[in-house]
Every structure is written in structure tokens, then in C-alpha cells.
């Protein structure tokens, strides 16, 4: 009976991996080192397109055992899934960061600057001076003045 | 407990931060350009990810000698991280050999003792590999800064 295995949601589950490269070279009798084919393999294409991942498979099996290629098929499926999804992912967790980064450019203020008033920002809201930290928000990025405002504290909707 | 206002400007205050530091280190560089780079580290960072989950798994399961695992996952990663690949791409053949094989020793060598040092720490193969995923994706672009 097969193993019930719980995916990781962190990382691609590659357990069958190094048994099917074995299989694969030890079919073909080709000289090519298991290392190339095990980044072949597992080299996800076609990720960080923007918001449309398509995680296309690197397929390169044609020649070899049959049985095999179907296995090593299902775990480049595998594969290539987890890679979607941990890329949508990291890229989600960025896209705040990568917004700020074009207002930042938009808005023409140096860096440095940038940096100053954020320290500022900062020391004054772990003073407890939440007013005063609104306004340095607000002179680093004038259109967050609506999330920032008072009345809507409560509220959970941007 | 700080109110939603407070946690808003913390989290504008920490991504001004970052951005911040982000733009300091592609001066002179557009959005697009910018974005790029993020798009090529998410793409670099995932197949790096592979590679480490088979690294680790095959050390915890004791598949194999440490340091030949630690070279085979270290030449896997070199031959399939694409910010390598890009780096690469106009250099003559033996000053791609020299460079490749900079980053593999630094690599065999960091995912070797990771596990020689690795007394006292808990044993979460999923924070393992996110750690050491983090750390080999930062390494290759500081050496590939260097060159």
C-alpha cells in the first residue's frame, strides 16, 4: 500500500525524485550526470510573470522507460503546482513593497529622505504621539491620507 | 494592543523602509527594471527552495554522505538558478566555469556546515529549508554582485 504523504505547503514534495533520476540513467545507460538531469527536471519555467503564473513544466523524459517518464511527469506536475504557488505567494507578500517602490519613484523624494522621515515616523508612534506620526505618514505618501483617517479607525475596509 | 491607525502607519512606515532600501540599491533604475529583479529573486528563490527540500530531506533521512549531498545540491542550484544563468550569458566559456565554480564551493561549503553546526537547533525540516533557502538565495547575489 502506498503511503499517505501530507504535502508541505512550504516546499514541493521531491521524495521520489532521486529514486526516479537513478531509474532514468540506469535505463538509458546515458552517461549525462544525475545532477543536470535533477536540475532539468525540476527547473520550474515561465514563473514571475507578473500576476499570471503559469508554471510551465520542463519536460525533458522523451526516450526513456515509459513507466518512468509517467512518474517523473506526475512529480514535475507536483512540482511545478508547489512552484505556482509558493511564487504567487512571495510575490503577493512583495507586491505591498513593490507599490511603495513606484510611489516612492513617483514622488521624486530621495531615499534617503524617505528614510529620515520613516525614523521619525517611528520614534514619534512609539512615543505614543499617534497624530504626529499620521502627519510624517502623510508627508511620505499624501495619498494614504483616506486609510489614515481618524473617524475611520474602526473601520476595516480600505 | 495597538488600534487598526497605529498598525496602518506601521505598516507604511516599515514598507517606506523597505522600499527605501530597495531603491538605494538600484540607483538610477526604473520600476520595470526594478521589477524585473524582483520577478528573476521570486523565480530564483522557488527553484532554489527545490533544490534545498531534496537537500535536506536526503541529510535527514541520512541518504548519503553530507558533503557529496551538499556538492550535488550545490551544482544543482548553480545549473538552474536563472539570475546565474543571466549573469552569464555574455561571458566566454571559461570565465563561466571559473565563476560557476566560485559559487558552487561557496555554496557545497555553507550547505555543509549549516548541518555540521547544526546542534541545538529544532529539528523543523519546513523552517530548515525556508532558512537555508533564504540564505543560499542571498549568497548567490552577493557573489554574483562581486564579479
Redesign the interface.
Known amino acids: 500500500m502506498g503511503r499517505q504523504q501530507t504535502p508541505?505547503?512550504?516546499?514541493?514534495d521531491?521524495?521520489r525524485?532521486?529514486e526516479l533520476l537513478e531509474q532514468i540513467l540506469e535505463k538509458t545507460g546515458r552517461t549525462e550526470e544525475?545532477?543536470?538531469k535533477?536540475?532539468?527536471a525540476?527547473?520550474?519555467t515561465g514563473?514571475?510573470?507578473?500576476a499570471a503564473i503559469v508554471p510551465e513544466i520542463d519536460v525533458r523524459i522523451k526516450g526513456i522507460d515509459p513507466a518512468i517518464a509517467e512518474q517523473l511527469r506526475i512529480l514535475q506536475t507536483r512540482?511545478a503546482k508547489a512552484?505556482g504557488a509558493?511564487?504567487l505567494r512571495?510575490?503577493q507578500q512583495?507586491e505591498?513593497?513593490?507599490q511603495?517602490?513606484?510611489?516612492?519613484?513617483k514622488s521624486g523624494q530621495s531615499?534617503?529622505e524617505?528614510?529620515k522621515?520613516?525614523a521619525q515616523?517611528?520614534s514619534l508612534?512609539e512615543g505614543g504621539d499617534?497624530e504626529g506620526?499620521?502627519n510624517i505618514?502623510l508627508q511620505?505618501?499624501p495619498a494614504?491620507g483616506p486609510?489614515?483617517d481618524?473617524t475611520q479607525?474602526?473601520?476595516?475596509h480600505e | 494592543m495597538s488600534?487598526?491607525?497605529?498598525n496602518?502607519?506601521?505598516?507604511?512606515?516599515d514598507?517606506?523602509?523597505?522600499?527605501?532600501?530597495?531603491?538605494?540599491k538600484h540607483p538610477g533604475q526604473?520600476?520595470e527594471q526594478?521589477?524585473k529583479t524582483?520577478?528573476?529573486n521570486?523565480?530564483a528563490?522557488?527553484?532554489v527552495?527545490?533544490?534545498i527540500?531534496?537537500f535536506v530531506?536526503?541529510v535527514l533521512n541520512r541518504?548519503g554522505d553530507l558533503a557529496i549531498l551538499a556538492g550535488?545540491a550545490a551544482?544543482?542550484i548553480v545549473?538552474?538558478d536563472p539570475r546565474i544563468a543571466a549573469a552569464f550569458q555574455k561571458l566566454k566559456p571559461e570565465e563561466k566555469a571559473a565563476r560557476a565554480e566560485k559559487i558552487f564551493d561557496a555554496l557545497a561549503s555553507g550547505l555543509t556546515s549549516y548541518f555540521e553546526n547544526f546542534k541545538g537547533k529544532e529539528l523543523d525540516?519546513?523552517a530548515i529549508?525556508?532558512e537555508l533557502t533564504t540564505k543560499v538565495t542571498k549568497k548567490i547575489a552577493e557573489i554574483l554582485s562581486k564579479f
Not at chain 1, 508541505?8 to 514541493?12: F, L, Q
Not at chain 1, 511603495?100 to 519613484?105: E, I, R
Not at chain 1, 479607525?153 to 476595516?156: H, L, M, Q, R
Request: proline share 3%; charged share 25%; glycine share 4%.
Open positions: 508541505d505547503e512550504r516546499t514541493a521531491l521524495s525524485t532521486e544525475i545532477d543536470k535533477a536540475a532539468d525540476i527547473k520550474p514563473l514571475g510573470v507578473g512540482v512552484n509558493q511564487a512571495l510575490q512583495q505591498a513593497t513593490l511603495t517602490v513606484a510611489q516612492q519613484l531615499p534617503e524617505i528614510e522621515l520613516v515616523g517611528q508612534l499617534v506620526a499620521r505618514a511620505i505618501n494614504a486609510s489614515l481618524l479607525k474602526g473601520s476595516t | 488600534s487598526p491607525l497605529e496602518k502607519l506601521k505598516e507604511i512606515f514598507s517606506n523602509r523597505k522600499a527605501a532600501e530597495i531603491i538605494k526604473s520600476f526594478i521589477k524582483f520577478d528573476l521570486v523565480s528563490h522557488v527553484i527552495s527545490n533544490h527540500g531534496l530531506s536526503n541518504k550535488s551544482k544543482r545549473l538552474s525540516r519546513a529549508i525556508e
